[in-house]
């Protein structure tokens, strides 16, 4: 899988120099650059993130992805996907996670790429976003939500009530949002719609609890990562240790385990370039 991720990466990177479009590895795959030259050797996947106008510089010409490695998607490529960010999918394979069998969303091994939009300056503004995109990431995960055996009875069918919207309502809220932002702005920035820090938020200086510094993803540097050259931010040390604490430090054995429980997954006739 990591070797097939891999191979995403560089078409991925690829395509991005050449229109001269800013990315940066992210989470565990840029601590992997940092700590390991590579993948963390237990991962299972790869992520990257963009400021929002280098992903929509992206989305444009996504369509130069080599169709034999892989192919773009979110939910202008791909209506029946219910995600409020795009993946690269490895071409020929399937990759299911448990709980998602029923989506009619095309599917394969994958690299997630994460846009990074614009939080208000404003303290109120800031508290009204977060809220609003609390219930637009719901919106697009009652799908899901409303057979999830995870949820109470109570949910499940709330999460039926909300699958009834149509999705597209909720990337029109998201859209709203996306529009604003812009790569000269000071504001903090953050993927709306992958609220990764959850209950954390509130133990983070009142500076981070919303957003993340963009100068972390305009000022980019490369790393070395599995014998390639990739972008990550600039000051590695300051976005890891927000993220990780002290991230050279390696989790417990039984800490070092694959992030997604996988319902099906196929290889397909793929084979490593």
């Keep these: 899988m990591q070797l097939l991720e891999l191979d995403m990466l560089k078409e991925f990177d690829r395509v991005c120099r050449k229109h001269g479009i800013r990315y940066t590895l992210s989470s ?3 601590l992997g650059a ?11 996947d790869a992520d990257v993130t963009m400021l929002r106008e280098e992903y929509e510089k992206f989305v444009a010409v996504c369509g130069e992805l080599d169709p034999e490695i892989c192919f ?6 791909d209506p029946e996907y219910r995600w409020g960010y795009g993946k690269l999918r490895r071409t ?17 091994i994958f690299v997630d ?10 303290a109120i503004a800031r508290v009204l976003q977060k809220e609003r995109c609390f219930v637009t990431r719901k919106l697009m995960y009652s799908e899901v939500g409303r ?6 009875p109570f949910m499940r069918r709330l999460y039926s ?31 709306l719609m992958f609220d990764a820090l959850g209950k954390k938020a509130k133990k983070l200086p009142k500076e981070l609890r919303y957003g993340r510094p963009k100068k972390w993803f305009l000022d980019v540097a490369e790393y070395e990562f599995e014998g390639c050259r990739f972008f990550g931010p600039k000051d590695y040390d ?10 050279m430090e390696l989790p417990p054995e039984d800490k070092r385990q694959q992030n997604s429980p996988v319902s099906f997954l196929d290889f397909g006739d793929t084979v490593r370039r």
């Design 28 to 30: 565990g795959t840029m």
């Design 34 to 44: 940092v700590r390991h030259k590579g993948f963390i050797p237990w991962d299972d």
């Design 72 to 77: 773009f998607q979110d939910h202008s490529t």
């Design 92 to 108: 020929g394979t399937q990759y299911v996670r448990v709980g998602q069998e029923h989506l009619k969303c095309k599917t394969g």
């Design 113 to 122: 790429i994460f846009p990074l939009d614009d939080v208000p300056n404003g």
């Design 147 to 152: 057979l999830s055996d995870s949820q109470s």
């Design 161 to 191: 009530l909300m699958s009834k919207i149509p999705v597209d309502y909720a990337f029109h809220r998201l859209n709203k949002y996306a529009r604003k932002s812009k790569n000269s702005s000071p504001n903090v920035v953050r993927t």
């Design 238 to 247: 300051e976005y890891l240790r927000f993220k990780y604490g002290n991230y």
